[in-house]
């Protein structure tokens, strides 16, 4: 019997987690909140009322236990604004299930900002720019729950760096129940304050991660 297994994609808004990490290559079980907004708000992604976001949170909640009932392998987005991903997570797992994470952002919160306006410009979803800087910095702030499996549920993490345009995110971070085993040269500044690691906290993981 194969593995039940939970995927979850997260990140701020304009990382590059639909572009990169498309719910549909994980598992045939998918929601994208935002897509299922714009689909009950007339496909449009502007002005969602909150009553359709309201809605929408139910459903994705439904949706995690309908997969848990059923046993079935499932895929979620989210920008990891708030501590329910874990709590679902924590769920799934008590369930049988793996749960990995992969994560995407960029260096700045104004190259976040710059992406969504762009997208918002094609037709995309967007937000305030308020509205996405504090987006941004509750995502980055729960990023260190998702690295200890005991408070986050996630036994696979995998973060990656998007900030080069002309060319694929690059992994710079996977753990594996809580334990470290890729840390890539040139470690990302965002990535080292959003975990609180001081140069020697980084240069210590490293000559961990060799013996």
Known sequence: MPARRMFIVAGPPGGGKSSFFALSGFAGHAFNADDRAAEL???????IPTSVRAVVNREFEE??????RAGKSFALETTLRSGITF???KLTRENGF???????ALDTVERHIERVMRRA?????SASESTLRRIHASS???LPTALIPDKSGIEIVQIYDNSR????????????????????DGFPEW???ALGWTQHDLERHRRELIT
């Open 121 to 125: 410009a094609r037709g995309g979803h």
């Open 140 to 142: 980055l702030g729960n």
């Open 191 to 193: 990535l080292q304050r």
């Open 41 to 47: 708000n007339g496909g449009s992604y502007e002005n």
């Open 165 to 184: 345009s002309e060319s694929r995110p690059g992994l710079v971070l996977e753990t594996r129940r809580g334990r470290i085993v890729r840390l890539a």
């Open 98 to 104: 793996r749960v990995s994470m992969f994560y995407i």
């Open 63 to 68: 949706f995690v236990h309908a997969n848990i």
């Open 87 to 89: 709590e679902q997570a």
